[in-house]
T-cell receptor, first 112, second 113 residues
Framework: GDSVTQMEGPVTLSEEAFLTINCTYTATGYPSLFWYVQYPGEGLQLLLKATKADDKGSNKGFEATYRKETTSFHLEKGSVQVSDSAVYFCALSGSNNNDMRFGAGTRLTVKP | NAGVTQTPKFQVLKTGQSMTLQCAQDMNHEYMSWYRQDPGMGLRLIHYSVGAGITDQGEVPNGYNVSRSTTEDFPLRLLSAAPSQTSVYFC????????????FGEGSRLTVL
């Protein structure tokens, strides 16, 4: 079935460092792809999404491009802040699924 | 604007006890779902509903029961709690069945002793 694999953490960076969190997927058809963020003590919230190949989702300085040829949706940010410390989940929603499929999550800690 | 509201936020149960996690949304979403979050496993779907009166099982439904009598409410019942059900539970809703953004509650942390 459809699935998502994301890089394992935890990831620790210094403020203003470049961030990449890798995400690859397996799916039949043309799924929609998402990145969700979970701040401490809170539920998940949508960070960005892309619904078709070559789409780029962006929000709050984060970007991810839907790459069908490499089945990837890597999350990037050019300069992280302490406030970006959170757990990041890659997810997909496909036409054959009854649910959103989530990766295991990557915990990011940004140190001043 | 409340969004998705879950109660309680924390609960401790003894093995064999039953309880209900409440979930309500005020966005008139037809689709609602329950996930559990366990370390290193992401979120796994327990049950979902595509509208009032309609429910179905997800990936890990055993030991849980749901009902959907109204569009707004989607309670999750633990019939006889087991330590394996210690987890963080999230309720989510969406305006579409597939492909749409999920809106999550803040979570309910359950510990079964």
């Amino acid at each position: 079935g459809d699935s998502v694999t994301q890089m394992e953490g935890p990831v620790t960076l210094s403020e203003e460092a470049f961030l990449t969190i890798n995400c690859t997927y397996t799916a039949t058809g043309y799924p929609s792809l998402f990145w969700y963020v979970q701040y401490p003590g809170e539920g998940l919230q949508l960070l960005l999404k892309a619904t078709k190949a070559d789409d780029k989702g962006s929000n709050k300085g984060f970007e991810a491009t839907y790459r069908k040829e490499t089945t990837s949706f890597h999350l990037e940010k050019g300069s992280v802040q302490v406030s970006d410390s959170a757990v990041y989940f890659c997810a997909l929603s496909g036409s054959n699924n009854n649910d959103m499929r989530f990766g295991a999550g990557t915990r990011l800690t940004v140190k001043p | 604007n409340a969004g998705v509201t879950q109660t309680p936020k924390f609960q401790v149960l003894k093995t064999g006890q039953s309880m209900t996690l409440q979930c309500a949304q005020d966005m008139n979403h037809e689709y609602m779902s329950w996930y559990r979050q366990d370390p290193g496993m992401g979120l796994r779907l327990i049950h979902y509903s595509v509208g009032a009166g309609i429910t179905d099982q997800g990936e890990v439904p055993n030991g849980y029961n749901v009902s959907r009598s109204t569009t707004e409410d989607f309670p999750l019942r633990l019939l006889s709690a087991a330590p394996s059900q210690t987890s963080v539970y999230f309720c989510a809703s969406s305006y579409v069945f597939r492909g749409g953004e999920l809106f999550f509650g803040e979570g309910s942390r359950l510990t079964v002793l």
